[in-house]
């Protein structure tokens, strides 16, 4: 049975940074899309990034491009979320999802079956 744990989530300053890790075990990673979701307090989870099985290639939502970064590496067994120029709008639960399947649309959870248990991410004023 494959799992996604995250890490790294934390308390920050506005215009600070933190850098979340999505680890698989049970299986490669190497087989399975990788994007990565938020819940804010009160608000319905939404995709942030996402990162293709293979080629590699990255979206953004709107609200977080040029300030995050994700990444992988499949000899690692991880992927990662690199956030800079933090706003108290990036507040929220973050979390890792997999996908073993074609991505249609990347921000559709539904097209993810693997979900890590999320990490707490919190921007001070």
């Known amino acids: 049975q494959v799992q996604l744990v995250e890490s790294g989530g934390g308390l920050v300053q506005t215009g600070g940074s933190l850098k979340l890790s999505c680890a698989a075990s049970?299986?490669?990673?190497?087989?399975?899309?990788i994007a990565w979701f938020r819940q804010a307090p009160g608000k319905e989870r939404e995709g942030v990034s996402y990162?293709?099985?293979?080629?590699?290639?990255?979206f953004y939502a709107d609200s977080v491009e040029g300030r995050f970064t994700v990444s992988r590496s499949n000899a690692e067994n991880t992927a990662w979320l690199q956030m800079d120029g933090l706003k108290p709008e990036d507040t929220a639960v973050y979390y890792c999802?997999?996908?073993?399947?074609?991505?249609?649309?990347?921000?559709?959870?539904?097209?993810?079956?693997?979900w890590g248990q999320g990490t707490l991410v919190t921007v001070s004023e």
């Open positions: 049970g299986s490669t990673l190497d087989t399975y899309a």
């Open positions: 990162i293709a099985r293979i080629s590699g290639t990255t």
């Open positions: 999802a997999a996908s073993s399947t074609v991505v249609r649309a990347w921000w559709w959870e539904s097209q993810y079956e693997l």
